[in-house]
């Protein structure tokens, strides 16, 4: 960073509040405070550097209103801060429906609540403030709807209590993961990514697969499941990666739209990748009230199998089209691994520490911390100063652009347990199923992929999880793999069309079309559709059971997941008729979503298999011929 930028980065207003927004989090994690003093103020500060990083775009109005604007939003936030440091004693201790509410109580929630839907609007966009705007309608004019989803609406004194001063609302479970969880490993991700971590992976990556076939597409798969392990998010996993890996693939034969669906889906996938996955799971773990190393082993087995079939319909269409590899010199061309191979040190110092037993914050903030001591042991990964600032000035960036749209999902919360909205609903689809089991699965599944379309994962995940995961739940099913089925079809409506955050992201770093990315990142989700259906049927997939249970369900997984492959890419040695692709795919899918060892999935897993050998023993039979006429 050349000087002059380096200082001007050191004395701007959003360095410093970034800064004071790191302190804030070390004191709090050495020294813990009173819910209601810690999680306002993170809030505080989130909203400040989210107005300050994401000034008003509007170029109707002059430039002057616009910072206008911006400084009245600050200083609300100022002043709504200000009154639950005043007041936090009072509302620790004051009893919800007993206690009186006060004026000044009723001002600071509704200036709270619209500094927090403009504040999400800035972060992630209008469809989250149009979903908020409908719960915050229903709050008052509930008593409107007919049949179910009729109640009788809250007064203003009721809704702002229940919304801004108990943890039950905006200052509730997604506020607390915040505080508790996402800052640290978001500030790993971002200090691990200035250390030169992330070109690490993407160089590693290249020089493992870079010479395979389709090599550069599963350099994309590789280095973006790793980077986004540690990022874990779609968005910024394809901003970060795929300005690298998209044009290395367009170079190799790949065309545009699939290299930036490649990279759509392998960058959302990296929420499903342990150890940090995404915000969601992070919230799973507080909703369930287990620890979150407990989630992340959970989600190894169906992150493995999801990568694994991705990279092999890579690998699979690669040989259809005759995509080339790279070449020795192109892969020559990256700096060499092994003088950097120290730099994965932090991330195994993270997992570590989850093994030893520490928290997940003390977790990431060692991880953090050695960010800035392992490129130090080789002279030639020594990082200056700017690596240090960059990383200050991202993490708390990133924080708030998370902190602000998922505080602002605890309203959502507050209304649907307040209202009954979601035990109505959960009612209202186990009617609707009839009992199914099945079909209650897949209303879960396709109202997750309509919620999720325009939101981040974690704002879906939580609206699905307080509204599907008890209709699951009532049907025997057990919270963890409840919980996990409603996580992954909202990782995977990023990559849904019509909308599709990942993919959109993808397509404007690749230049692509957005339809045609899209579409393209869906297709290649298909090869693990439906792999969430064999969490419900076989918990050994979730790391549930004894260690043979676990290995007999992981492999089964990965077999079967591999037939539905094979069926998506079309490819077994030959290109495959549209017959045998069909009934490869319907083997594989009710070996899939069958539980491992009944009749269903053993005749699925050996039909399917069965045809497999038999088009790739023909395939190679005919080769063999045709080599045998050429000579």
């Not at 004019?141 to 109640?151: A, K, R, V, Y």
């Not at 870079?210 to 980077?227: D, P």
């Not at 897949?442 to 209709?471: E, K, N, Q």
């Not at 089964?556 to 077994?572: Q, V």
């Amino acid at each position: 960073m050349p000087a002059p930028a380096f200082r001007k980065t050191l004395l701007s207003p959003a360095f410093v509040i970034g800064l004071a927004f790191v302190a804030f989090q070390a004191w709090i994690l050495l020294t813990p405070q009173q819910p209601l003093f810690e999680r306002p103020v993170h809030l505080t500060f989130a909203l400040v550097l989210l107005f300050l990083t994401k000034p008003l775009n509007a170029p109707a109005l002059p430039l002057w209103a616009r910072r206008a604007i911006d400084g009245l939003l600050i200083l609300a936030t100022l002043g709504v801060g200000a009154y639950y440091l005043l007041d936090f004693q009072r509302l620790t201790t004051r009893m919800e429906n007993v206690s009186p509410v006060f004026d000044r109580d009723l001002w600071a929630g509704v200036v709270l609540v619209a500094l927090l839907l403009e504040g999400a609007r800035r972060a992630v966009g209008m469809i989250l403030v149009g979903v908020l705007a409908v719960f915050i309608a229903y709050a008052f004019w509930g008593n409107l709807l007919p049949g179910w989803l009729s109640f009788r609406g809250f007064g203003l004194d009721a809704a702002i209590e229940i919304s801004t001063m108990t943890t039950a609302g905006v200052l509730g479970i997604t506020t607390s993961t915040s505080v508790n969880f996402i800052f640290y490993f978001i500030l790993f991700g971002a200090f691990y990514a200035a250390a030169g971590g992330g070109q690490l992976f993407i160089d590693l990556a290249i020089r493992i697969a870079g010479r395979a076939t389709g090599g550069t597409a599963k350099a994309a798969v590789i280095s973006s499941s790793l980077m986004g392990s540690i990022s874990g998010s779609a968005v910024a996993n394809v901003v970060s990666t795929g300005v690298l890996t998209i044009p290395l693939m367009k170079r190799t034969g790949v065309p545009g739209h699939r290299a930036a669906g490649i990279e759509a889906i392998a960058s959302t996938g990296g929420q499903l990748m342990p150890p940090i996955m995404g915000v969601a799971a992070f919230i799973m773990a507080e909703m369930l009230n287990v620890p979150y190393a407990r989630v992340a082993l959970a989600g190894l087995i169906p992150a493995v199998a999801f990568y694994l079939a991705l990279l092999l319909v890579v690998d699979l269409t690669a040989r259809r089209d005759n995509v080339r590899a790279m070449t020795a010199a192109e892969v020559a061309a990256v700096d060499p691994i092994l003088p950097r191979l120290h730099l994965l040190l932090p991330p195994l110092i993270l997992i570590g520490a989850l093994v030893w037993g520490y928290s997940a914050a003390y977790s990431a903030v060692i991880a953090s911390v050695s960010c800035f001591i392992v490129p130090f042991l080789r002279r030639n990964t020594w990082i200056g100063w700017s690596a240090l600032v960059e990383g200050l000035r991202e993490a708390p960036r990133q924080a708030a652009e998370v902190a602000v749209p998922i505080a602002s999902i605890g309203l959502v919360i507050a209304v649907a347990v307040q209202s009954n909205l979601a035990l109505k609903f959960a009612g209202s689809l186990v009617t609707l199923a009839e009992g199914s089991i099945f079909l209650s699965l897949a209303l879960a599944m396709v109202g997750c992929i309509i919620m999720g379309m325009g939101l981040p994962t974690v704002a879906a995940y939580i609206i699905g999880a307080v509204l599907f995961v008890p209709a699951i739940q009532n049907l025997g099913v057990e919270p963890l793999a409840a919980h996990f089925f409603i996580f992954y079809y909202c990782v995977l409506s990023m990559v849904t069309p019509p909308v599709a955050l990942a993919s959109f992201a993808a397509a404007a770093v690749g230049d692509a079309p957005v339809m045609k990315t899209s579409w393209s990142a869906f297709g290649l989700s298909l090869v693990a559709f439906f792999v969430p259906f064999s969490f419900v049927f076989d918990p050994a997939i979730l790391w549930e059971g004894t260690a043979p249970q676990i290995a007999a369900g992981a492999a089964a997984m990965l077999a079967s997941t591999t037939l539905w492959a094979i069926a998506f890419a079309g490819w077994c040695g030959r290109s495959l008729g549209p017959l045998a692709r069909v009934l490869i795919g319907a083997a594989g899918l009710v070996a899939v979503i069958a539980p491992t060892g009944s009749l269903p999935w053993g005749v699925g897993f050996g039909c399917g298999w069965a045809m497999v050998v038999c088009v790739y023993v023909l395939a190679r039979r005919g080769i063999a011929q045709e080599r045998a006429i050429a000579l």
